[in-house]
T-cell receptor, first 111, second 117 residues
Framework: QKEVEQNSGPLSVPEGAIASLNCTYS??????FFWYRQYSGKSPELIMS????GDKEDGRFTAQLNKASQYVSLLIRDSQPSDSATYLC???????????FGKGTRLSVIA | DTGVSQNPRHKITKRGQNVTFRCDPI?????LYWYRQTLGQGPEFLTY????????KSRLLSDRFSAERPKGSFSTLEIQRTEQGDSAMYLC???????????????FGQGTRLTVV
Protein backbone atom coordinates (compact mmCIF):
# COMPACT_ATOMS: atom_id res chain seq x y z
CA GLN A 1 0.00 0.00 0.00
CA LYS A 2 1.36 3.37 -1.00
CA GLU A 3 2.01 5.72 1.88
CA VAL A 4 1.21 8.96 0.08
CA GLU A 5 -1.57 9.14 -2.48
CA GLN A 6 -2.23 11.87 -5.01
CA ASN A 7 -4.50 12.05 -8.01
CA SER A 8 -2.15 12.05 -10.99
CA GLY A 9 -4.37 14.39 -13.00
CA PRO A 10 -4.05 16.27 -15.19
CA LEU A 11 -6.02 18.90 -13.36
CA SER A 12 -7.00 21.68 -15.73
CA VAL A 13 -8.15 25.05 -14.45
CA PRO A 14 -8.70 28.35 -16.25
CA GLU A 15 -6.39 31.26 -15.58
CA GLY A 16 -7.48 33.21 -12.50
CA ALA A 17 -9.33 30.27 -10.92
CA ILE A 18 -8.48 28.43 -7.72
CA ALA A 19 -6.60 25.17 -8.16
CA SER A 20 -7.13 22.59 -5.43
CA LEU A 21 -4.61 19.77 -5.04
CA ASN A 22 -5.16 16.93 -2.60
CA CYS A 23 -3.03 14.35 -0.84
CA THR A 24 -3.77 11.55 1.62
CA TYR A 25 -1.28 9.62 3.72
CA SER A 26 -1.47 6.33 5.54
CA UNK A 27 0.74 6.77 8.62
CA UNK A 28 -1.07 8.53 11.47
CA UNK A 29 2.25 9.30 13.12
CA UNK A 30 3.33 11.59 10.27
CA UNK A 31 4.32 14.98 11.58
CA UNK A 32 5.63 17.12 8.74
CA PHE A 33 4.04 17.80 5.38
CA PHE A 34 5.46 19.53 2.34
CA TRP A 35 4.38 20.61 -1.10
CA TYR A 36 6.92 20.76 -3.91
CA ARG A 37 6.47 22.11 -7.43
CA GLN A 38 8.30 20.41 -10.26
CA TYR A 39 8.51 21.77 -13.78
CA SER A 40 9.11 19.29 -16.57
CA GLY A 41 12.74 18.19 -16.64
CA LYS A 42 13.61 20.12 -13.49
CA SER A 43 14.08 19.14 -9.85
CA PRO A 44 11.44 19.63 -7.13
CA GLU A 45 11.19 23.10 -5.60
CA LEU A 46 9.80 23.52 -2.08
CA ILE A 47 6.80 25.84 -1.97
CA MET A 48 5.03 25.13 1.34
CA SER A 49 5.50 23.27 4.59
CA UNK A 50 2.86 22.65 7.25
CA UNK A 51 3.20 20.98 10.62
CA UNK A 52 -0.06 21.56 12.52
CA UNK A 53 -3.76 21.24 11.77
CA GLY A 54 -5.40 24.13 9.99
CA ASP A 55 -4.44 26.49 7.22
CA LYS A 56 -1.13 28.12 6.37
CA GLU A 57 -1.04 30.89 3.80
CA ASP A 58 1.90 32.17 1.78
CA GLY A 59 1.03 34.56 -1.01
CA ARG A 60 -1.28 32.83 -3.47
CA PHE A 61 -0.68 29.45 -1.82
CA THR A 62 -2.60 27.96 1.10
CA ALA A 63 -1.76 24.60 2.62
CA GLN A 64 -4.42 22.84 4.66
CA LEU A 65 -3.80 19.97 7.06
CA ASN A 66 -6.29 17.67 8.73
CA LYS A 67 -4.45 15.01 10.71
CA ALA A 68 -7.64 13.28 11.86
CA SER A 69 -8.58 12.65 8.24
CA GLN A 70 -4.93 12.13 7.20
CA TYR A 71 -5.40 14.70 4.48
CA VAL A 72 -3.35 17.63 3.26
CA SER A 73 -4.21 19.98 0.43
CA LEU A 74 -2.76 22.89 -1.48
CA LEU A 75 -4.86 25.73 -2.84
CA ILE A 76 -3.48 28.05 -5.50
CA ARG A 77 -5.45 31.25 -5.87
CA ASP A 78 -5.50 33.34 -9.05
CA SER A 79 -3.85 30.51 -10.97
CA GLN A 80 -1.40 31.57 -13.67
CA PRO A 81 -0.11 29.65 -16.71
CA SER A 82 3.29 29.70 -14.99
CA ASP A 83 1.77 27.55 -12.22
CA SER A 84 1.45 24.70 -14.72
CA ALA A 85 3.66 21.98 -13.26
CA THR A 86 3.54 18.76 -11.27
CA TYR A 87 2.87 19.25 -7.57
CA LEU A 88 4.40 16.69 -5.24
CA CYS A 89 3.12 16.00 -1.73
CA UNK A 90 5.76 14.79 0.74
CA UNK A 91 5.27 13.43 4.22
CA UNK A 92 7.74 12.84 7.01
CA UNK A 93 7.36 10.49 9.94
CA UNK A 94 8.97 11.44 13.23
CA UNK A 95 12.58 10.57 13.99
CA UNK A 96 15.33 9.65 11.60
CA UNK A 97 13.18 8.92 8.58
CA UNK A 98 13.27 10.26 5.03
CA UNK A 99 10.60 12.21 3.18
CA UNK A 100 8.08 9.99 1.39
CA PHE A 101 6.64 11.41 -1.81
CA GLY A 102 3.44 10.88 -3.70
CA LYS A 103 3.49 10.47 -7.48
CA GLY A 104 2.43 14.07 -7.97
CA THR A 105 -0.52 15.83 -9.59
CA ARG A 106 -0.02 17.51 -12.93
CA LEU A 107 -1.67 20.93 -13.03
CA SER A 108 -2.43 22.73 -16.26
CA VAL A 109 -3.57 26.36 -16.10
CA ILE A 110 -5.29 27.36 -19.32
CA ALA A 111 -4.89 30.98 -20.47
CA ASP B 1 25.44 29.86 -4.89
CA THR B 2 24.42 28.43 -1.54
CA GLY B 3 21.99 25.82 -2.85
CA VAL B 4 22.46 22.06 -3.24
CA SER B 5 24.86 21.34 -6.09
CA GLN B 6 24.96 18.12 -8.11
CA ASN B 7 27.47 16.99 -10.70
CA PRO B 8 27.34 16.04 -13.45
CA ARG B 9 24.01 17.32 -14.70
CA HIS B 10 23.82 14.69 -17.39
CA LYS B 11 25.56 11.35 -17.84
CA ILE B 12 25.31 8.91 -20.72
CA THR B 13 26.99 5.58 -20.16
CA LYS B 14 27.13 2.18 -21.73
CA ARG B 15 25.51 -0.74 -20.00
CA GLY B 16 27.93 -2.44 -17.64
CA GLN B 17 29.99 0.66 -16.89
CA ASN B 18 30.30 2.22 -13.44
CA VAL B 19 29.17 5.77 -12.77
CA THR B 20 29.63 8.13 -9.82
CA PHE B 21 27.60 11.21 -8.98
CA ARG B 22 28.47 13.95 -6.52
CA CYS B 23 26.27 16.08 -4.29
CA ASP B 24 27.35 19.14 -2.30
CA PRO B 25 24.65 20.01 0.24
CA ILE B 26 23.77 23.41 1.62
CA UNK B 27 26.45 24.29 4.12
CA UNK B 28 25.51 23.48 7.72
CA UNK B 29 22.87 21.00 6.56
CA UNK B 30 23.67 17.79 8.38
CA UNK B 31 21.11 15.59 6.60
CA LEU B 32 21.58 14.46 3.02
CA TYR B 33 19.21 12.34 0.98
CA TRP B 34 19.47 10.56 -2.37
CA TYR B 35 16.33 9.93 -4.40
CA ARG B 36 15.68 8.49 -7.85
CA GLN B 37 12.89 9.66 -10.11
CA THR B 38 11.56 8.18 -13.33
CA LEU B 39 9.03 9.72 -15.67
CA GLY B 40 5.57 10.08 -14.17
CA GLN B 41 6.66 8.98 -10.71
CA GLY B 42 7.47 10.82 -7.52
CA PRO B 43 10.99 10.75 -6.10
CA GLU B 44 11.84 7.31 -4.73
CA PHE B 45 14.01 7.20 -1.61
CA LEU B 46 17.41 5.55 -2.00
CA THR B 47 19.48 6.39 1.04
CA TYR B 48 20.03 9.00 3.72
CA UNK B 49 22.90 10.37 5.81
CA UNK B 50 23.05 12.31 9.02
CA UNK B 51 26.50 13.83 9.07
CA UNK B 52 28.80 11.01 7.90
CA UNK B 53 26.55 8.18 9.11
CA UNK B 54 24.40 6.36 6.60
CA UNK B 55 21.20 5.93 8.59
CA UNK B 56 18.93 4.17 6.16
CA LYS B 57 19.12 2.48 2.81
CA SER B 58 16.06 1.48 0.82
CA ARG B 59 15.54 -2.26 0.70
CA LEU B 60 14.71 -1.76 -2.96
CA LEU B 61 18.27 -0.62 -3.55
CA SER B 62 20.44 -3.11 -5.36
CA ASP B 63 23.88 -4.04 -4.06
CA ARG B 64 25.23 -2.32 -7.16
CA PHE B 65 24.43 1.00 -5.53
CA SER B 66 26.66 2.49 -2.86
CA ALA B 67 26.82 5.91 -1.29
CA GLU B 68 29.30 7.66 0.93
CA ARG B 69 29.51 10.91 2.79
CA PRO B 70 33.05 11.23 4.10
CA LYS B 71 33.52 13.88 6.78
CA GLY B 72 29.84 14.69 6.68
CA SER B 73 30.18 17.14 3.80
CA PHE B 74 29.68 16.17 0.14
CA SER B 75 28.29 12.79 -0.84
CA THR B 76 28.87 10.43 -3.74
CA LEU B 77 26.52 7.85 -5.21
CA GLU B 78 28.10 5.07 -7.25
CA ILE B 79 26.28 2.65 -9.49
CA GLN B 80 28.31 -0.37 -10.57
CA ARG B 81 27.61 -2.44 -13.69
CA THR B 82 24.87 -0.10 -14.86
CA GLU B 83 21.72 -1.51 -16.44
CA GLN B 84 19.19 0.17 -18.70
CA GLY B 85 16.71 0.15 -15.83
CA ASP B 86 19.02 2.48 -13.93
CA SER B 87 18.19 5.30 -16.37
CA ALA B 88 16.53 7.98 -14.25
CA MET B 89 17.01 11.36 -12.63
CA TYR B 90 19.08 11.06 -9.47
CA LEU B 91 18.21 13.74 -6.97
CA CYS B 92 20.06 14.88 -3.89
CA UNK B 93 18.44 16.89 -1.11
CA UNK B 94 19.70 18.31 2.16
CA UNK B 95 18.10 19.55 5.35
CA UNK B 96 19.09 20.68 8.82
CA UNK B 97 18.14 18.85 11.95
CA UNK B 98 16.60 21.35 14.35
CA UNK B 99 16.51 21.17 18.13
CA UNK B 100 14.76 18.16 19.58
CA UNK B 101 15.52 16.09 16.52
CA UNK B 102 12.88 17.81 14.39
CA UNK B 103 13.58 17.86 10.70
CA UNK B 104 13.49 21.10 8.80
CA UNK B 105 12.65 21.60 5.16
CA UNK B 106 14.59 19.69 2.54
CA UNK B 107 15.94 21.38 -0.58
CA PHE B 108 16.84 19.60 -3.79
CA GLY B 109 19.74 19.99 -6.16
CA GLN B 110 19.24 20.18 -9.90
CA GLY B 111 19.63 16.44 -10.29
CA THR B 112 21.80 14.20 -12.45
CA ARG B 113 20.05 12.64 -15.41
CA LEU B 114 21.50 9.23 -16.17
CA THR B 115 20.95 7.49 -19.48
CA VAL B 116 22.23 3.93 -19.85
CA VAL B 117 22.51 2.81 -23.47
Amino acid sequence: QKEVEQNSGPLSVPEGAIASLNCTYSDRGSQSFFWYRQYSGKSPELIMSIYSNGDKEDGRFTAQLNKASQYVSLLIRDSQPSDSATYLCAVKHPGNTPLVFGKGTRLSVIA
Amino acid sequence: DTGVSQNPRHKITKRGQNVTFRCDPISEHNRLYWYRQTLGQGPEFLTYFQNEAQLEKSRLLSDRFSAERPKGSFSTLEIQRTEQGDSAMYLCASSRMAGGGANTEAFFGQGTRLTVV
